[in-house]
Nanobody, 122 residues
Framework: QVQLVESGGGLVQAGGSLTLSCAAS????????MSWYRQPAGKQRELVAD???????TYASSVKGRFTISRDNAKNTVYLQMDSLKPEDTAVYYC????????????????WGHGTQVTVSS
């Protein structure tokens, strides 16, 4: 069974740092894009950062310069290093990945993690 498992969330004071991890497991042929999304309470889910299979990255303007997305292809893991955290970064953070799990579906399938809570206190 293919799944994404996030870890690393928690409570931190404003100005602090956290690192989120998301590991893909199961019968995976290859991993295409991987991303982090977040959903503040009562708001819509939004893209935070993504990274392509080749390592190209994009960031939401609200986190650019403070967050860094990276991936370890050998471990099927994507990371989100979050520095200079602000109370407005408080949200449930979700991992997303496009995984190729079947040779008959070269464009891959979309998978989501269950989310991890990040709370930044002022």
């Amino acid at each position: 069974q293919v799944q994404l498992v996030e870890s690393g969330g928690g409570l931190v004071q404003a100005g602090g740092s956290l690192t989120l991890s998301c590991a893909a497991s199961g019968s995976i042929l290859s991993i295409n894009g991987m991303s982090w999304y977040r959903q503040p309470a009562g708001k819509q889910r939004e893209l935070v950062a993504d990274i392509s299979s080749g390592g190209s990255t994009t960031y939401a303007s609200s986190v650019k310069g403070r967050f860094t997305i990276s991936r370890d292809n050998a471990k099927n893991t994507v990371y989100l290093q979050m520095d200079s955290l602000k109370p407005e970064d408080t949200a449930v953070y979700y991992c997303y990945a496009n995984l190729r799990v079947s040779s008959y579906r070269p464009r891959g399938d979309n998978y989501w993690g269950h989310g991890t809570q990040v709370t930044v206190s002022s």
